[in-house]
């Protein structure tokens, strides 16, 4: 089950509707409704998608004892896609070409024959189609945590997202709307008595534009979420590892694995390092004297003695191969480990939210002048200690 077990992968979405008391029967039922192969037709692209219920793309039983766990309700995504077989495709093709020409004079075969020939090849395949066996079914897990009434959903995918948003809503009649960087400020802002507004990108450095290439204008202000990754690379790299949290805990961070940086320009283009620590490489920073901005970066982060190594993406403040601390040795019952595992997932989502807090409550304040001015000297000077 794909939050419960290996790496995690997600994209959050805020429920619009108000959380359930409790997940029951009826939202199994709402699953069943909507269950995969119930729809009468493919959409329009001939993709089909549905529910599933966890343990394999063919598993449709739902219940409780599977199905909600910590006051969690998991199922699946599935997209059945149907995936003719070229190569096949092509032997039918010649096969129907060769009968249809076998009798030409010049022992060729007309454009006709040849058009014919496709036709009837193609029709053959779709028709074995029908059976089911040429068809492609991939799940993608789905967690909605009833706490924060938030969607976690396993994958990256714009055009994947838009079909769990689609059946999320004619499953259970509440829309679900993308938690980016910008989306995710606003409601932390609010929540923390945020007065401050960031109503244009920050220039880090001197030749910087007022825009951001991959952010369209007019939307929400998702540029932060790289500016909050240069923030903390900052931070990180002057040595202050260890950050104070709104709810007196302590996180301590450092960048590791994968650091992707872009032009927010839209010139130079985008590069992206591996490394144990990629932030402490030349290029790197060359790469932010240039003006180019984070859009994700690999982090290990410590909360409450529990470590997560991830990748956190800017924009979208996704969460990428996520490696989750390991069990409890006194955790052994097979029910306890998965309500402790959705626990864990919990724990990160809020420590994610508090350290993303911690830079706004400085983005967002008369004190953001001043910090900006820091990071822009330390941009300049190689010297690390120089700030």
């Known amino acids: 089950m794909g939050f419960f077990a290996g790496r995690v992968s997600f994209l959050r979405f805020a429920v619009q509707a ?3 008391r409790a997940f029951g029967d009826e939202h199994l039922d709402q699953l069943r409704e909507h269950a995969a192969g119930k729809q009468a037709a493919a959409t329009a692209d001939g ?3 549905g529910w599933a219920a966890g343990k394999s793309v063919l598993d449709l039983s739902f219940d409780l004892a599977k199905n909600v766990i910590n006051d969690c309700l998991t199922f699946d995504l599935r997209v059945d896609t149907d995936k003719l077989p070229g190569d096949l495709l092509k032997a039918y093709y010649e096969a129907d070409l060769a009968a249809l020409a076998r009798e030409n004079p010049s022992g060729f075969a007309s454009a006709r024959q040849k058009k014919e020939a496709k036709e009837s090849s193609r029709e053959r ?4 189609a029908r059976d089911g066996r040429y068809k492609k079914r991939k799940c993608s897990p789905v967690l909605w945590d009833r706490h924060g009434n938030e969607v976690l959903f396993g994958a990256t995918s714009s055009s994947q997202a838009d079909r769990l948003s689609d059946l999320f809503g004619r499953t259970f009649g509440g829309g679900l709307e993308l938690v980016t960087a910008g989306r995710r400020a606003e409601v932390l802002a609010a929540q923390f008595g945020l007065t401050g507004a960031a109503e244009a990108p920050s220039r880090f450095v001197a030749d910087a534009g007022d825009e951001v290439a991959w952010v369209p204008g007019g ?6 979420g790289n500016e ?3 923030w903390l690379w900052f931070l990180t790299d002057r040595d202050a590892d260890t950050l104070d949290l ?3 805990s302590e996180v301590t961070l450092m960048p590791a694995r994968t650091l992707t940086l872009a032009c927010p320009r839209g010139v130079t283009g985008t590069g992206t390092l591996a490394s144990e620590g990629p932030t402490r490489l030349p290029e790197a920073r060359r790469a932010a004297q240039a003006g180019k901005l984070p859009r994700k970066m690999g982090l290990t982060l410590v909360r409450h003695d529990q470590q997560y190594e991830l990748t956190l993406h800017a924009e979208t403040l996704a969460v ?3 490696k989750m601390p390991d069990l409890p040795e006194d955790v052994t019952d097979a029910r306890a480990k998965l309500d402790e595992r959705a626990s864990q997932v919990r724990e990160l989502v809020e420590t994610l939210d508090l350290l993303y807090g911690r830079f706004l409550a400085v983005r967002l304040s008369a004190d953001w002048a001043g910090e900006l001015e820091r990071v822009r000297r330390w941009l300049i000077h190689a010297d690390r200690q120089a700030a």
């Open 18 to 20: 108000d959380a359930p």
């Open 47 to 49: 993709v089909e998608a």
């Open 125 to 128: 395949l779709e028709h074995e």
């Open 219 to 224: 939307g929400p202000a998702d540029f932060l």
């Open 228 to 230: 909050f990754l240069l």
């Open 246 to 248: 709104a709810d007196n």
């Open 320 to 322: 990428g191969s996520c």
